[in-house]
């Protein structure tokens, strides 16, 4: 069994392409079906990790199958010829690397953003509730959520930090005067929706509306929550809205250029700002022809991204530095671990052949190495596993062996 993994990303693939591969509420259940009725067999557990930013499959399960995986997952998403030569594959300790550069938020178009962390430990979960994700996996995604902490809390890269709804808040304050008096409209009732909201409320923009599919209570903090308004209301409502964030799993665009346009003439061509958080986009790109509607999309953030790039890329290598010394000491704790569990099992089977005058007298042993050597019962394997162990491990592992 080996950690591999598969994916693309905002360094490999442009956002049009990015939204052909999306793993979300709406095709979930397919494609772990999918997944278990194709490679059940050569995979003990799996999860995945779809956001703004990339598509990724993490797999433990048999080595060498990857590349086969990864065409066949393509071509049920109908995105094979788009994205074959987009993919990037990692395995073994590189895969280890790489999940904690993501879950830390190093890997992100926003480098050190805050929001990634959130989005894998909810990934982690729900997999795990579903029961893909399982055993040896399952306590390794522990130490990666806790070696992308250690890289945020121990470097400066996590102080004051940039995320998705914190760039957006700085466009809506770049562009209005006093974003206190506009009004806002969030569409959507996931994460990403409540991060908005908090991000721009805790900022002085009050005036706020939700719109969901389905009626919600979103409880944005201890001292604030509220209901959202049916997507069916939307057109209404727009129509007094000055910035329009949307953030909605949704296969189509919901917001078309016609109802922004309608909105435009209700409004006698006051202007709007739109930003489009989604991945596939909810808003048509052809919003950007209407004359006073200004589209942002997940593409367009990045050119708000390079305020104190200098600063967090030194912390990044900091980092980055903490994460590989994470990856080793845990390594090494599993070859240490490793190994004594085989030097017991060792000292158990040669235990069963020596008796009792033999066990006092390598009791007594001040090398009781040497001692199982020359007794000559003992096999070279066995030997290899003991050596690494202290006298004093060995004398305390016979005796409870001996005593179990």
């Known amino acids: 069994m080996e950690l591999q993994l598969f994916g ?25 079906n999918f997944f278990l009725e194709n490679f059940g067999e050569s995979i003990d557990s799996f999860f995945t990790l779809s956001t703004c930013n990339r598509t990724e499959v993490y797999i433990y399960g048999a080595s060498s199958r990857i590349s086969s995986i990864a065409e066949k997952t393509l071509e049920l998403f109908g995105s094979s010829d788009s994205l074959k030569n987009d993919l990037y594959f990692f395995s073994g300790n590189e895969a280890l690397e790489h999940m904690c550069l993501v879950a830390s938020g190093l890997d992100s178009q926003v480098l050190g953003e805050q929001e990634i962390l959130g989005q894998f430990k909810k990934s982690v979960q729900n997999y795990i509730e579903l029961q893909c994700l399982k055993g040896e996996f399952q306590r390794l995604t522990d130490d990666i959520i806790s070696i992308a902490k250690a890289a945020r809390t121990e470097t400066q890269i996590g102080f004051n930090p940039l995320s998705v709804s914190g ?47 389905s009626k919600k209570i979103l409880t944005i903090n201890d001292s604030l929550s509220m209901e959202t308004t049916p997507l069916s209301q939307l057109g209404a409502m727009i129509q007094s809205t000055d910035i329009l964030v949307s953030s909605i799993n949704s296969p189509l665009p919901v917001i078309g250029k016609g109802l922004i346009e309608q909105a435009m003439k209700e409004r006698k061509n006051k202007p709007m700002l739109l930003i489009d958080l989604g991945v596939p986009r909810n808003v048509e790109d052809q919003v950007r022809d209407l004359e006073y509607a200004y589209l942002f999309t997940i593409e367009d953030i990045e050119l708000v991204t390079q305020e104190n790039l200098e600063e967090r890329s030194q912390e990044a290598f900091k980092a980055k530095n903490i994460i590989k010394q994470r990856i080793e000491y845990l390594n090494q704790h599993k070859a240490d671990k490793f190994q004594r569990n085989k030097a017991y099992l060792a000292l158990k089977d040669i235990s ?53």
């Open 167 to 213: 760039l957006s808040l700085k466009i809506v304050q770049e562009i209005f005067e006093d974003p206190a008096k506009q009004n806002l409209t969030i569409v959507g009732a996931g994460q990403m929706a409540i991060s908005v909201i908090e991000n721009f409320y805790n900022h002085g923009i009050t005036k706020i509306n939700a719109v969901n599919r």
């Open 8 to 32: 693309i990303n905002h360094k490999t693939t442009k956002l049009s392409d990015r939204e052909l591969f999306i793993i979300n509420d709406s095709n979930q259940e397919d494609f772990i």
């Open 352 to 404: 069963s052949n020596i008796d009792e005058h033999d066990f006092i007298n390598l009791l007594k042993s001040d090398d009781p190495y040497s001692s199982l050597k020359e007794m000559g019962i003992v096999q070279d394997d066995q030997l290899q596993y003991i050596s690494s162990l202290t006298p004093h491990s060995i004398l305390s592992m016979i005796k409870e062996i001996r005593s179990a």
